[in-house]
Every structure is written in C-alpha cells, then in structure tokens.
C-alpha cells in the first residue's frame, strides 16, 4: 500500500515537472516573440527616418517652378538661334577670343563688353571649347531660374547676315509666334563701346508666370555678338541691362 502511494506521489511531481517545462516554453517564446518585435519596430522607425531625412537634404531651398525652368531653357535655345555647328566658325576671326570669367563677373577684352551679376548667379564660360564648335561665350542664370543671360557670337558669312536686320530675323519670327507677344521692336543699348539693336517679346506659355526676352545684336568684327536676356518682367529686364557696361 505505501509503495502504490509513493508511485503516485512521484508520479504527481512529474506531472508537475512537465508542467512548469511547459510554461517555462511558453513563457521563452513570449519573450522571442516580443524582442523580436521591438527590434522590427526599431528598424521600420530607423528606416522611415533616414528616408526623411535624405527627402530634405535633396529638396532644394528655393522657390523654383519646375515649368518656368522648362520655359527659360527653351526660350534662351530659340532666341540663341545662331548655328553652333563648325560651318557657324568657318570665316571666324583668327584673332577672336573668348571672354574671362571670374566668380559672377564676365569681360570680353575682344568686344569691351562686360557683365556683372549679383553674387547668387551662376556664370558658366565656354572659353574651354573649340572656338571651331561653340559660339557661345557665356550663360549666367540667377539662383531662382527666373533670369538669364546669354553671349555668343555668330559668324556673319557664315551665317549669311549682311546686315544686323539679318540677324534679327529668327527673333523676330519668334517674338511673332503662338503664345508669344512683340512688346518692342526698337530697344538699342550701348556696351563696351559697340552699338546694339533689338527687340523685347512677351512668352505666355505659362499665363500666370509670363517672360520677357530682350535680344540685342552688334557687329564685331566681322561677328554679330548676340546677347539675350531673359526675366519675369520688364521691369527685371531692365534691372539685368544694369549688369552690362
């Protein structure tokens, strides 16, 4: 009889035994589980924060209106007009030289012309071009993209001008196109010594955000050094004309 009851006895402690095994799994696989959680917690957390922050470093701190830029860049190419193909430069002076560029200031010893901008803008030269293949000589754009400047020259023979007029002809058909408006047709300045003649048209592609171009031209040396501005009003044209002696 006490031999039966001391099997049962020990039998009930292994159930026991087997039992708080049983919790002690259960318990080890809550806390997996739990860990196992945090740390996806953490490093979703982690990655969405990075994700931000690299979002900001690449957003730009300006105002700038992804259409107008689009607008700009066209309307400098339509009114650059002149070919900058090596036929452009074939009758090219030997003597001809581009201009030096130093910080956002710009001066041509070969035409006197020089052009200073405010310390935001962005002047890239082509001196380090082939005067065979670019006639251009400089562009400078201010920092919000809602002013431009470009220089070049263009071969006259070449180009078959023999006359300013000439010259003007691409602009003025420009300056007479869809979404385009003339506003003046007898701008003239005087830069660097060399007498410029011109014209002024509205664009409207965008309505609410128009641009004004103003395309002067001069003869240098057997050249037409064509300048084209480019801004949000007259009024900021007018300021750009301030840049150039």
Do not use: H
């Not at 300006?62 to 066209?74: A, F, Q, Y």
């Not at 650059?80 to 030289?97: C, E, H, I, L, Q």
């Not at 809602?146 to 691409?170: C, F, H, P, R």
């Amino acid at each position: 009889m006490r031999g039966d009851l001391n099997e049962q006895f020990q039998r009930a402690q292994s159930a026991a035994g087997g039992d708080n095994t049983s919790e002690k799994v259960i318990v080890g696989v809550a806390v997996f589980v739990a860990v196992c959680f945090i740390a996806i917690v953490i490093g979703i957390t982690v990655f969405v924060v990075k994700t931000i922050d690299k979002f900001i470093e690449a957003e730009p701190q300006t105002n700038i209106n992804p259409e107008l830029v689009t607008r700009i860049n066209d309307l400098n190419q339509r009114a650059f007009g002149g070919d900058t193909s090596d036929t452009s430069n074939k009758y090219a002076d030997p003597n001809f030289k581009y201009g030096t560029v130093n910080g956002t200031s710009y001066y041509s010893e070969y035409s006197g012309v020089s052009f200073t901008a405010p310390s935001d803008w962005i002047l890239t030269s082509y001196a380090a071009s082939t005067p065979s293949t670019s006639t251009r000589d400089i562009s400078a754009t201010g920092n919000r993209m809602t002013s431009s400047v470009i220089i070049q020259y263009e071969s006259m023979k070449a180009n078959g001008y023999t006359s300013l007029d000439d010259a003007l002809k691409t602009s003025r058909t420009t300056a007479n196109s869809q979404n385009n408006t003339l506003v003046d047709d007898k701008v003239s300045a005087k830069w660097g010594g060399n007498k410029f003649t011109g014209l002024i048209y509205k664009n409207t592609l965008v309505a609410s955000n128009p641009t004004y171009c103003e395309i002067l031209v001069a003869e240098v040396n057997g050249y037409v050094l064509r300048i084209t501005l480019s801004a949000s009003s007259e009024d900021n044209l007018a300021i750009l004309r301030t840049y150039f002696k």
